[in-house]
């Protein structure tokens, strides 16, 4: 995910590159200095007693925080085990994690894998496949993770990482707002042009889009096209977007673009629409689900209007779905004390604790207990994530996933700025898809 508004991708500008550098390399477990674990060799439970240090990557978003926050309770059961977590913007991750998995000398034991990676990580060698380890970890329970939460993590059968936050998209909007216009939420896509042109009256806008260039219009205009009946990929894994509904999909979000959104925001990300919206200029956005908590925050970023918007899924019913999940990189210096603390994490008890206290949600035992339900960010914004979550998909499968995000994602806002025609960026967005991705 990009989970922030920084996820302009500038580290992918060469992908090309990149991708053979993946393929050339070879990797395996290998010694470092900079710590003393003692031997591996263990494949589920991990002794209480192993002695070691997990050096981990994330980005640096709310559910690391939560993450964080948990660490003195890991180490009440692992008091041997030291957890480092190195936290940063997005742009930054990729290339850090494609250097410490190439080098002699790693600096991770443990990293967040974002989703369009794992195709591109897995074949190049550079993940642990965790079959081994999940089926011999008591009571992990591997089938209670969202189905659409595992798929993305499992490439040619194999599963190569554990779901740990979901960033599935859904639709934000202000509850008084709808009120007092007497207006239903739109259950289709011609509903919500309707629904959000209707709206846009006296200085302020409907909807608050996000069609800069690349990740971020692709990551919300896909959405457009699950409520047109379309898809990227049509059945045999083909591109599918010039097509009838994609030609819908993006002529509705264009027209939204130009008549019920604010002006001069061609440019916009995921901060740029949430302040519209906190603000009041906006009254609803599409965006990820954890959209909902920043804007309700008592005392936060939306002022006296904290407490007025409320989430449901994407409209028209499928949501597109984004993920981070942990992987183990082949040369970690200790893959048992990183997978001590993945499993740890993902234990049913720690994984409700984690949500109550404002982490995302991945298993579906956690959305059932009262608990978690009753504390936290409360059962209707949970309950709204757990429909998105049975019904989603992500953006791209397969290899080079990033490469073609940022090349469809172009055409796309070219479409929107009016440089091509919709036919036209359809077109060259599906020859971008099979160029990229093949066949």
């Not at 990189?329 to 993902?346: E, K, Q, R, Y």
């Given at each position: 995910?990009?989970?922030?508004a920084?996820?302009?991708i500038?580290?992918?500008a060469?992908?090309?590159?990149?991708?053979?550098?993946?393929?050339?390399?070879v990797?395996?477990?290998?010694?470092?200095?900079?710590?003393?674990?003692?031997?591996?060799?263990?494949?589920?439970e991990?002794?209480?007693?192993?002695?070691?240090?997990?050096?981990?990557?994330?980005?640096?978003v709310?559910?690391?925080?939560?993450?964080?926050?948990?660490?003195?309770?890991?180490?009440?059961?692992?008091?041997?085990?030291?957890?480092?977590?190195?936290s940063m913007?997005?742009?930054?991750?990729?290339?850090?994690?494609?250097?410490?998995?190439?080098?002699?000398?790693?600096?991770?034991?443990?990293?967040?894998?974002?989703?369009?990676?794992?195709t591109?990580?897995?074949?190049?060698?550079?993940?642990?496949?965790?079959?081994?380890?999940?089926?011999?970890?008591?009571?992990?329970?591997?089938?209670?993770?969202?189905?659409?939460?595992?798929?993305?993590?499992?490439?040619?059968?194999?599963?190569?990482?554990?779901?740990?936050?979901?960033?599935?998209?859904?639709?934000?909007?202000?509850?008084?707002?709808f009120?007092?216009?007497?207006?239903?939420?739109?259950?289709?896509?011609?509903?919500?042009v309707?629904?959000?042109?209707?709206?846009?009256?006296?200085?302020?806008?409907g909807?608050?889009?996000?069609?800069?260039?690349?990740?971020?219009?692709?990551?919300?205009?896909?959405?457009?096209?699950?409520?047109?009946?379309?898809?990227?990929?049509?059945?045999?894994?083909?591109?599918?977007?010039?097509?009838?509904?994609?030609?819908?999909?993006?002529?509705?979000?264009?027209?939204?673009?130009?008549?019920?959104?604010?002006?001069?925001?061609?440019?916009?990300?995921?901060?740029?629409?949430?302040?519209?919206?906190?603000?009041?200029?906006?009254?609803?956005?599409?965006?990820?689900?954890?959209?909902?908590?920043?804007?309700?925050?008592?005392?936060?970023?939306?002022?006296?209007?904290?407490?007025?918007?409320?989430?449901?899924?994407?409209?028209?019913?499928?949501?597109?779905?984004?993920?981070?999940?942990?992987?183990?990189?082949?040369?970690?210096?200790?893959?048992?004390?990183?997978?001590?603390?993945?499993?740890?994490?993902?234990?049913?008890?720690?994984?409700?604790?984690?949500?109550?206290?404002?982490?995302?949600?991945?298993?579906?035992?956690?959305?059932?207990?009262?608990?978690?339900?009753?504390?936290?960010?409360?059962?209707?914004?949970?309950?709204?994530?757990?429909?998105?979550?049975?019904?989603?998909?992500?953006?791209?499968h397969?290899?080079?996933?990033?490469?073609?995000?940022?090349?469809?994602?172009?055409?796309?806002?070219e479409?929107?700025?009016?440089?091509?025609?919709?036919?036209?960026?359809?077109?060259?967005?599906?020859?971008?898809?099979?160029?990229?991705?093949?066949?």
């Amino acid at each position: 995910m990009a989970t922030t508004a920084s996820r302009t991708i500038a580290a992918l500008a060469a992908v090309g590159a990149l991708t053979l550098s993946l393929a050339g390399c070879v990797t395996g477990s290998q010694d470092r200095s900079s710590s003393t674990p003692t031997a591996g060799g263990s494949t589920g439970e991990i002794a209480k007693d192993h002695s070691g240090t997990v050096r981990i990557i994330m980005e640096s978003v709310n559910d690391t925080d939560v993450i964080e926050s948990l660490i003195p309770e890991f180490n009440k059961e692992y008091p041997n085990i030291s957890i480092d977590i190195d936290s940063m913007v997005y742009d930054q991750m990729r290339d850090k994690i494609v250097a410490s998995v190439q080098s002699p000398e790693p600096a991770y034991d443990l990293f967040a894998t974002d989703n369009p990676w794992f195709t591109d990580f897995s074949q190049a060698g550079f993940l642990q496949p965790l079959d081994e380890r999940i089926a011999a970890t008591p009571d992990f329970d591997n089938a209670d993770y969202f189905q659409p939460l595992l798929d993305i993590t499992t490439v040619d059968g194999v599963q190569y990482g554990v779901p740990y936050m979901n960033y599935a998209v859904g639709y934000v909007y202000r509850k008084d707002v709808f009120a007092d216009a007497g207006l239903e939420v739109p259950g289709t896509l011609d509903e919500l042009v309707t629904t959000v042109k209707s709206l846009t009256k006296d200085g302020k806008y409907g909807i608050a889009l996000q069609p800069q260039r690349g990740y971020k219009i692709m990551e919300e205009w896909v959405g457009w096209l699950f409520a047109a009946g379309g898809s990227v990929y049509d059945a045999e894994g083909n591109a599918s977007l010039d097509t009838p509904e994609a030609h819908k999909a993006l002529e509705a979000y264009i027209d939204v673009f130009n008549n019920a959104a604010p002006k001069n925001s061609l440019n916009w990300m995921f901060d740029d629409a949430q302040r519209s919206v906190a603000s009041g200029d906006s009254a609803s956005l599409i965006s990820y689900n954890f959209a909902l908590p920043l804007l309700n925050e008592e005392g936060g970023i939306s002022g006296d209007r904290a407490g007025e918007f409320t989430l449901v899924p994407m409209i028209g019913g499928k949501s597109v779905l984004g993920s981070w999940s942990w992987s183990i990189p082949t040369n970690s210096g200790d893959p048992d004390a990183a997978w001590a603390f993945v499993s740890w994490l993902g234990s049913k008890d720690v994984d409700a604790q984690r949500v109550i206290a404002g982490g995302s949600p991945v298993r579906e035992s956690t959305l059932e207990r009262e608990d978690v339900l009753t504390e936290g960010y409360g059962a209707d914004y949970l309950n709204a994530i757990k429909a998105m979550l049975a019904n989603s998909d992500q953006i791209s499968h397969g290899a080079n996933s990033e490469e073609m995000i940022q090349a469809v994602g172009t055409e796309l806002n070219e479409a929107v700025a009016g440089t091509k025609s919709v036919d036209q960026a359809l077109k060259d967005a599906n020859a971008a898809i099979i160029r990229i991705q093949g066949e």
